[in-house]
């Protein structure tokens, strides 16, 4: 559990998964993590007016994490969609087709990172965390010194 909101994190995530048990799963692993500005929806067309009808046009979340078949269920390509797509800094797209064992980067720029899984786990969460979000190592490691103190 956190203790302080020096071991919270700020970034503003949306969760997008058809399935509500996944976004709560999701969400919980999240909270575990520090991370508490998390959004979960449940259909494209909620995803997309979240995301991309907001009044702030600069607005935009830190991280989605879907479901590529919420993506492809509305007839569009996942890659285009994740890589082309200003409204979010950095994406995370599980399940649909891609059924690799290994992670696929569809983009690498340090400011924009999207990586596809197979399945989404807690410790492949933990993995692209560490990489997007610079003080989230920083965090663990206090809290795990902590712990052991």
Avoid: W
């Avoid at 559990?1 to 700020?10: I, L």
């Avoid at 979010?88 to 980067?105: I, T, W």
């Avoid at 492949?124 to 965090?139: P, Q």
């Amino acid at each position: 559990m956190v203790s302080s909101m020096s071991e919270c994190s700020f970034l503003r995530i949306l969760v997008a998964d058809d399935q509500f048990e996944q976004c709560v799963l999701i969400e919980k692993s999240l909270s575990l993590l520090g991370y508490f500005r998390v959004c979960p929806v449940n259909t494209f067309h909620e995803l997309t007016l979240l995301s991309h009808f907001s009044p702030n046009t600069y607005e935009r979340f830190d991280l989605l994490i879907v479901n590529a078949k919420l993506i492809t269920s509305a007839g569009l390509d996942v890659a285009k969609f994740c890589v082309n797509n200003s409204r979010f800094r950095h994406v995370l797209v599980y399940g649909g087709e891609y059924s690799q064992a290994k992670p696929q980067n569809l983009s690498v720029k340090p400011h924009h990172q999207v990586r596809r899984l197979g399945s989404l786990t807690h410790q492949s969460l933990v993995e692209f965390l560490s990489v997007i979000d610079t003080d989230f190592i920083k965090r663990r490691t206090r809290t795990l010194s902590d712990k052991v103190a």
